[in-house]
């Protein structure tokens, strides 16, 4: 079958992705590996929330919270004496997974403005927590001395190869939300998506699936938090911010919700024009200190006029429905 | 003789202070085509809902192939071979026809704890999806997304999904409701094919349809059923010619 449009843009963005270290190595502009790094690690995290969200219809308000659980998982061994990168990203990625199943639990059994609330009266407790553990810096957060090793592997402390990493990634997990949505799972969560009733008349019950979905967009988003920390360096709850989780959400819908493509595009794109609004000085001043106020703006189009984001703009694969 | 398919014993259903249900009895035998017909707000769609498992029931019992499943959860009424249509055409309308049906067919096939193999390349799905699709005539139109369907086809492919998980029960919500009338003479005279091998309880308006499709006619008026016979005999009841038949007799 020949690859559609969207399908190929994303090939060709993950390729220029690939040759970001070269090409900020020729031009002499480190800067500029360090944010591309961030933008792939949000959009880890913006695809988790994809899963649940542009495919699975729960709209999560509260995903930041496995940011969170991640990154505290390394800062906090790492606090310890515990480096070993290996257990620290389990712990982060299997810490997540049971607390998304605590959350999900409750949450996916209301619906609509009940879900979003829950969801994020869930993040706000844990996002307390981090403020109010002293030991980990309370609010001011700590420095992680020491990122995660991977003794004989690699070496996280090398920008180049950590930037590696985390494309690598950042490409199987798109693979993998791929993968999952158009399987048999995929399908059930789209379907309790589009028409419950019609879902349960058939057959379905969607809670195990929609939890199932639920707790591995949280343990997707936990190896996000992971890499978050080691990119920063600094463990603080700010990760667990209901800004952030706005953030990802705001990626999710401007790179187009329920697409392969978009999580990436959404981060690119949000995190890029953050970085030219906010770091040109050169801009007029109204529009340098009223960035997000445009932001604002960029989104409400987005929802008005191009409901598939960014992704939307280019032609998917053929069957409708399809990421 | 064996136990009828379907008994429904003193069912009851409540909004408020309005009985919806008031206190059915009701049985459909294997193989028989059993309509329900009744004024507008008799109660008719609220029954369904109950067999369904749409809506839980307040008090009463619904036996189903022998079982009590008046407590059973929706989904798990279907897994039993209860499949249902909606008044309102109720589809997956950014899904193909055929996704649509393929997704029924899933639903019977094992539980859906598979992550990787992708569902559309799946012949166990697709194959039987395809065939129930040609049964009702829509074959030609699989690959397109339902929301782009006539209505009424979209009204056939609801029909499509129900027989696609294999029902021993048929509940059919006004299959015919909002069709002009070439589009409704083709449904009436596919579900007459498959009257004698489907056993179907029929919510039906057009009387045409009621009287060339149904073994027995049960007339519900204020969510009780004030007749059940043979259509010659609801025909001729001079209850339900006041009731209901009145204004057309
Ligand atoms: N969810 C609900 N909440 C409150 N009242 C309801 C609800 N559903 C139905 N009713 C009421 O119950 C009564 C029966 O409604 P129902 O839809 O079962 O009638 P019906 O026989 O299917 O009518 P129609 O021929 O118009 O489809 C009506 O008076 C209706 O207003
Ligand atoms: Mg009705």
Same mark, same amino acid.
């Given at each position: ?12 963005v ?19 590996l360090?944010?591309?790094?961030r933008?792939?690690i ?8 994809n ?5 699975g ?6 995903h930041a ?26 712990v982060a ?10 959350i ?9 403005i009940?879900f ?9 407790m844990?996002y307390y ?5 002293e030991?980990y810096?309370?609010d001011?957060?700590?420095?992680v ?8 592997l690699?070496?996280?402390?090398n ?14 997990v ?7 949505v158009?399987s048999?799972?995929g399908?059930?969560?789209r379907?309790a998506?589009?028409?419950d ?32 920390v080691?990119?920063t ?14 953030e ?5 819908i ?6 392969t493509?978009g999580?990436?595009?959404g981060?690119a794109?949000?995190?890029l024009?953050e ?5 040109w ?10 960035w ?9 189009l ?5 409901k598939?984001?960014?992704?939307g ?5 053929k ?5 | 003789?064996?136990e ?7 069912l009851?259903k ?10 059915v009895n009701?049985?459909?035998r ?5 309509a329900?017909? !009744?004024?507008?707000?008799?109660g ?5 809902s ?10 009463g019992?619904?036996r189903?192939? !022998? ?7 929706a989904?798990?009424?279907s897994?039993?071979g ?18 649509n049906?393929?997704?029924?067919v899933?639903?019977?096939?094992g ?8 569902a ?5 799905l697709r194959d039987?999806?395809r ?6 005539g829509?074959g030609a139109?699989?690959e397109?997304?339902a929301?782009?369907l ?5 009204r056939?492919?609801?029909i499509?999904m ?10 059919l ?6 069709? !002009?009338?070439?589009e409704s003479?083709?449904?009436?005279e ?12 029929l ?6 349809a009621?009287f ?9 008026v ?5 007749a059940? !016979? ?14 209901y ?5």
């Amino acid at each position: 079958m020949k690859p559609s449009p969207r399908t190929l843009v994303l090939f060709a963005v993950l390729a220029l992705l690939a040759a970001v270290p070269t090409l900020a190595a020729a031009f002499n502009q480190p800067f500029y590996l360090d944010l591309f790094r961030r933008i792939m690690i949000f959009a880890i995290a913006a695809a988790s929330l994809n899963l649940i969200l542009g495919y699975g219809g729960m709209v999560s308000f509260g995903h930041a919270a496995y940011l969170g659980i991640g990154a505290y998982a390394v800062g906090v061994l790492a606090h310890h004496g515990i480096h070993n990168g290996w257990l620290q990203w389990a712990v982060a990625i299997g810490g997540s997974a049971l607390v998304a199943l605590v959350i999900g639990a409750v949450s996916i059994r209301t619906s609509g403005i009940y879900f979003i609330m829950i969801t994020l009266a869930f993040t706000q407790m844990l996002y307390y927590m981090g403020i109010s553990i002293e030991e980990y810096g309370g609010d001011d957060g700590i420095r992680v001395a020491k990122l995660s090793q991977f003794e004989g592997l690699i070496d996280l402390a090398n920008p180049t190869a950590f930037y590696y990493v985390v494309l690598a990634l950042l490409a199987v997990v798109l693979l993998l939300v791929h993968r999952l949505v158009n399987s048999r799972f995929g399908m059930v969560i789209r379907a309790a998506k589009s028409n419950d009733a019609r879902t349960r008349a058939i057959g379905f019950s969607p809670y195990p699936y929609r939890l199932a979905a639920f707790v591995i967009a949280g343990a997707i988003c936990g190896l996000a938090g992971a890499l978050l920390v080691n990119q920063t360096a600094y463990l603080t709850p700010e990760f667990m911010n209901w800004t952030r989780s706005g953030e990802l959400m705001f990626m999710v819908i401007l790179g187009g919700i329920g697409t392969t493509a978009g999580p990436l595009f959404g981060a690119a794109a949000l995190l890029l024009l953050e970085d030219l609004l906010q770091g040109w000085s050169l801009l007029p001043k109204l529009v340098h200190n009223f960035w997000q106020f445009y932001l604002g703006i960029v989104l409400v189009l987005v929802v008005l006029f191009a409901k598939r984001g960014l992704a939307g703009l280019l032609r998917g694969s053929k069957d409708g429905a399809d990421g | 003789m064996a136990e009828p398919m379907l008994v429904v014993e003193n069912l009851r259903k409540s909004f408020g202070a309005l009985a919806a249900t008031d206190g059915v009895n009701l049985e459909v035998r294997e193989g028989e085509t059993h309509a329900i017909i !009744g004024p507008n707000g008799a109660g008719k769609t609220t029954l369904i809902s109950q067999l369904s498992g749409t809506l839980r029931t307040d008090e009463g019992s619904i036996r189903f192939a !022998g079982e009590d499943i008046t407590e059973l959860p929706a989904p798990e009424r279907s897994r039993k071979g209860l499949a249902r249509s909606f008044q309102i055409t109720s589809i997956y309308r950014e899904f193909t026809a055929l996704d649509n049906v393929a997704l029924a067919v899933q639903a019977h096939a094992g539980h859906s704890f598979r992550f990787w193999r992708p569902a559309r390349a799946d012949a166990a799905l697709r194959d039987p999806a395809r065939a129930v699709l040609e049964e009702v005539g829509l074959g030609a139109r699989a690959e397109l997304v339902a929301a782009n369907l006539a209505h009424g086809e979209q009204r056939q492919l609801e029909i499509a999904m129900a027989l696609a998980t294999r029902p021993r029960l048929l509940l059919l919500d006004e299959p015919v409701a909002g069709m !002009g009338t070439d589009e409704s003479l083709r449904m009436v005279e596919f579900l007459a094919t498959l009257k004698g091998s489907k056993t179907m309880l029929l919510v039906e308006h057009d009387m045409d349809a009621v009287f060339t499709l149904a073994d027995r006619i049960s007339v519900l008026v204020y969510g009780r059923i004030i007749a059940t !016979g043979r259509p010659e005999e609801i025909r001729a009841n001079p209850e339900v010619r006041a009731a209901y038949l009145g204004e057309e007799a």
